[in-house]
């Protein structure tokens, strides 16, 4: 209870003191009528200058305390995932930036109206040179709206795979399975294919193929190729796992055992150890699992 108490009064100390000093500015008159005297002593432009910094730092301060502070705890009790997390973070950031931008305009007595024309106007001279930074931040918008993956998801993007760490306004922010990390536009995202292996639930499916002598019982192969899928917690039993004879191959009948594994960043590791199940339960029971051969013939002209 006493670290609660010490962790709330450490956070909130800075604000406390400012308001209780704003609050001996505002009761002591003379105080107040000093401080005004010596704004008026500046020329207006600087006092507006003063005043606009003042705010700007002010609505920057309340929003950072926001996000640090109040938006955990409000996170906490909505029992909100990590994406939606981040998405309202960010928005809330860009969202309090240009309200505290909009308000040192307007006490600078920028007329906002005559900036909209001027921007406008801007974007046209600009627009080919800033299409791609406003078509990434535009995606990135989209991103976080319609979350086609969240933070910590297994994604594959235009060739790159890997565990999504960072989804930011611009780009997007991928670690590989070598430990890489990538940075991909989210223009790029939006307009390419997107593989999620862990959009809904982490559940995904491993196949393994390989082939058998034509001398071989398959009923056999079958049977015994399922038992190498049991006994092991990673494999579900629902989706129950399979064995297919796939097709006939120059030196071999192509078999195929399909299963479904609760987590599906272990595929790799349940696929080795199934090939390795496979390989030690065939050569016990004396079934071959050939490899290619061609039978050269030689012809004596002579």
């Known amino acids: 209870m006493l670290r609660k108490i010490y962790k709330f009064v450490r956070q909130f100390t800075l604000p406390i003191i400012v308001f209780l000093f704003l609050l001996y500015c505002f009761l002591n008159k003379s105080l107040w009528t000093d401080f005004h005297g010596y704004l ?155 593989t999620n292996w862990t959009l809904h639930d982490s559940m995904g499916r491993l196949t393994i193929n390989f082939g058998v002598g034509y001398a071989s019982d398959l009923k056999k192969v079958i049977k015994l190729t399922l038992e190498t899928t049991k006994g092991d917690d990673r494999i579900l039993n629902d989706p129950p796992a399979s064995v297919i004879v796939t097709s006939f191959d120059e030196s071999s009948i192509g078999i195929q055992l399909r299963c479904y594994v609760g987590d599906i960043s272990k595929r790799v590791l349940v696929k080795s150890d199934l090939i390795i199940k496979i390989h030690k339960i065939f050569q016990e029971n004396s079934i071959e699992i050939p490899f290619p051969q061609r039978v050269i013939t030689m012809q004596n002209k002579e």
Do not use: C
Not at 87 to 105: K, M, N, Q, V
Not at 114 to 139: D, E, T
């Open 40 to 194: 008026l002593s500046f020329e207006a432009p600087i006092r507006k200058g003063i005043l606009a910094v003042t705010l700007f730092l002010a609505v920057s301060y309340i929003s950072r305390k926001t996000l640090n502070v109040i938006f955990p705890r409000l996170f906490r009790r909505l029992r909100l995932n990590n994406s939606t997390e981040n998405s309202i973070s960010t928005i809330f950031g860009y969202f309090s930036i240009l309200l505290a931008l909009l308000i040192s305009l307007s006490v600078m007595g920028v007329d906002l109206k005559s900036l909209g024309v001027l921007v406008g106007a801007l974007s046209v001279g600009l627009g080919f040179g800033l299409q791609h930074i406003v078509n990434n931040f535009i995606s990135g918008i989209l991103i976080l709206f319609e979350r086609p993956f969240r933070i910590g998801d297994w994604i594959v993007i235009n060739g790159h795979e890997g565990i999504v760490r960072k989804i930011n306004i611009r780009s997007t922010e991928l670690e590989t399975f070598d430990k890489a990390q990538i940075i991909i536009p989210n223009a790029d995202i939006i307009s390419g294919a997107l």
